[in-house]
């Protein structure tokens, strides 16, 4: 097993009004490119670092490795009126262990 792998990147969101509000933690020994929704062109965060950013009503948050090319572990959010859906991609590829853990709001089905 690669080492480099042993990882986790972790999303969590909190609903706002205009969509989801995201916040990233890398949990990774190295810094990662974050994107926040399909319009951002990401930011760097250092190892153990956080960032903050807002999907839209529909959007994919994901991470890329200075180096590393190809398609990513996708965190996908949807804002149906105040309902949040949400799961983790892998559809498009796997790059990164990932886990979505849901901030406030209430009970689901």
Not at 30 to 47: C, E, Q, S, T, Y
Not at 54 to 79: C, F, M, Y
Request: charged content about 20%.
């Amino acid at each position: 097993m690669n080492i480099k792998k042993l990882f986790l990147f972790v999303i969590i969101g909190v609903t706002v009004a205009s969509g989801v509000k995201v916040r990233v933690k890398n949990k990774c020994w190295w810094p990662l490119k974050v994107h926040i929704g399909n319009g951002d062109n990401g930011r760097w965060i250092g190892a153990g670092e956080d960032s903050w950013g807002t999907n839209g009503r529909s959007d994919r948050t994901w991470a890329e490795q200075p180096g590393i090319w190809g398609d990513n572990t996708l965190a996908e959010i949807n804002d149906d009126n105040g309902r949040i859906w949400y799961d983790i991609s892998l559809v498009d590829g796997f790059t990164y262990p990932m886990a979505l853990v849901p901030v406030g709001g209430g009970g689901g089905n």
